[in-house]
């Protein structure tokens, strides 16, 4: 397992498309960094309050972290889809797995592997954007190793996600299926939120059903919030308390994922890399 | 099932269907320490099917067997399997020397002494200078070399080989010729997968034939084989006359040569004579066995008669 993992490790690392990801996010962080310093300069300057300024800030941070999470998940699909897929259509798989390894070794091998460079670039890149925005603007947000930690998982369970279909269909497919599914999680949620302000003025309504099946079957919305939660000065979350449209505006979130909702992330991610390993056992090389 | 001592591939009424098509029905076979063993047979016969069972690349649907002592498919007797797949292609990103580290790896080799075993590999390949180049700019017949060094990695004791000259040109056919008979003589089982039946009848010590999925012929060269026959190249001659040689031994005629199989040689002369007595004019007598590739189409032929009888 650990020499799959390191030898995709490798893979990624001398594969051209890796570093322009990383160059694209260095200036897309210096871009914004750029942006906002003239923004906070030009406010300032007009005599704008400070703790205006600040949420302000924030909330274009957490427009940057939504744009990038869209970016990491599909960085997640366009590496998990052909991990598997493509060694079994090249032949590769074939030399591999006639070596005394376990199939499930090979696919955890694949997944580490991707999952130690996403989490690398996830984290990496967002890390670099919080400080700079720091930087130029004085706004830390109350948590950075919480935005941090749920947007690499984000990143994560779209991976599993694409590996699973990698074992049966081709790389395009695989990711293709992988992002509309992340894109149906998101909805799912956006859905739930226009259904909290319609539950607030007519109780007989109840959408929530949608969110919660949708963070069911890819939990990637829920950890989605956990990153909105992290960047939100205190003060927003304390002002929002007790007011039920607060939860719906779907770039606000009033509380961080629920314990339960973090373990089923968890048991997510194993089960369905335990159907990876099923499917791939079983299929013809 | 219990394997006899020195049998490194002992398989019993092995199957495979996908599906509606049977790809393999009722292999039985046998493959010793020490002996390159061709399997031949035309394409989609189920020689690469046979293959992937052995490994448990793929799962039989019927049959059982051992390879190297183990269960078909145990993934212990694979640390001791070199296996050069048909269609394959290493990790383009990959230099020579990483992909066998790589292999070294899988099999659990001990990092010492890898680097004199990757040199000798490379060189008995033909690769020797090449071990730094990335295996995305190899030629086909590159990759194929290399896939024959993978194969060798760790001196296994049954080296796989799956159409191994493919790409190949002839010198790079003999170079392998040349591998094949040193693994052999270090007590390796070679089992070789071809149709080309040249390379089945210069290098192999047992055959078998296999033809939709089952063996229809399997022994050493002069077992298959079978009798001798005598060529000899006639001009004049009819068909009836062809068939009054009867008592000589079976003769068959193709129009131009006449062959005469299980002929004693002191009988030739006769032969001769009587074709001389018919008014048939005779250029060339030559005596020998039938070739590899009258005799796998003639099996061939006739085993596919069978079947649709």
Known sequence: MITIARLTIGEAARRRILWVLVALAVLAVALTGWGIDRLVSLARTSGTAELTIQL????ILIFIAFQFSFVLAMTAAFLGAPAIANDIESGIALALLARPIRRSSYLLGRWLGLAVVLVAYGAGSALLAILVVSRVSGYTPPSIVGPLAYLATEGLVVLSLSLLLSTRLPPIGAGAISVVIYGLSWAAGAIERVGI?????????????????????????????????????????????????????????????????????????ILVMTLAAISLRRREL | ??????????????????????????????????????????NGAGKTTAVKLLLGLSRRTGGQGTV??????????????????????????????????????LIGMPRSGRKPAFDAVLELV????????????????????????????????????DEPTSALDPIGRMDVRGILRSARDRGAAVLLNSHLLTEVEQVCDRLAIVDRG?????????????????????EGLEPPG?????????PRFDGRDLFIRDLPEAQV????AELVGMGVRVHEVASGRESLEARFLELVRGHRGDTAA
């Open chain 2, 68 to 105: 190297l002592g183990r269960p078909i498919g145990d993934r212990e007797a694979r640390r001791r399997i070199g296996y050069l797949p048909e269609l394959f292609r290493f990790q383009p990103w990959l230099r020579a020397r990483e992909v066998l580290d790589l292999h070294a790896d």
């Open chain 1, 197 to 269: 302000a319609i539950t607030a003025r007519n109780p007989d309504v109840n959408l929530e059903i949608v969110g919660q099946v949708g963070r069911a079957i890819l939990p990637t919305d829920g950890l989605w919030r956990g990153v909105i939660y992290g960047l939100e000065p205190g003060v927003v979350v304390a002002a929002a308390a007790g007011n039920p449209l607060a939860e719906a505006n779907p770039f606000f979130a009033t509380a961080p994922p629920t314990l339960g909702f973090l373990v089923w992330t968890g048991v997510w991610m």
């Open chain 1, 56 to 59: 302000g800030v924030s909330q």
């Open chain 2, 1 to 42: 099932m219990i394997t006899e001592p020195g049998l490194v591939i002992d398989v019993a009424d092995l199957r495979k269907r996908y599906g509606r098509v049977q790809a393999l029905s009722g292999l039985t076979m046998t493959v010793r320490a020490g002996e390159i063993f061709g399997f031949l047979g035309p």
């Open chain 2, 214 to 234: 089952v063996v229809i012929a399997e022994g050493s060269l002069g077992d298959v084989l079978g009798a001798r026959e005598t060529r000899i190249r006639v």
């Open chain 2, 126 to 161: 033909g690769l020797a200078e090449r071990g730094g180049t990335a295996v995305g700019g190899f030629s086909k017949g590159m990759q194929q070399r290399l896939g024959i060094g993978v194969a060798l990695v760790g001196d296994p004791a049954l080296v796989i080989l």
């Open chain 2, 242 to 250: 062809a068939a009054r040689l009867a008592r000589f031994g079976t």
């Open chain 2, 269 to 272: 002369p006769e032969v001769v």
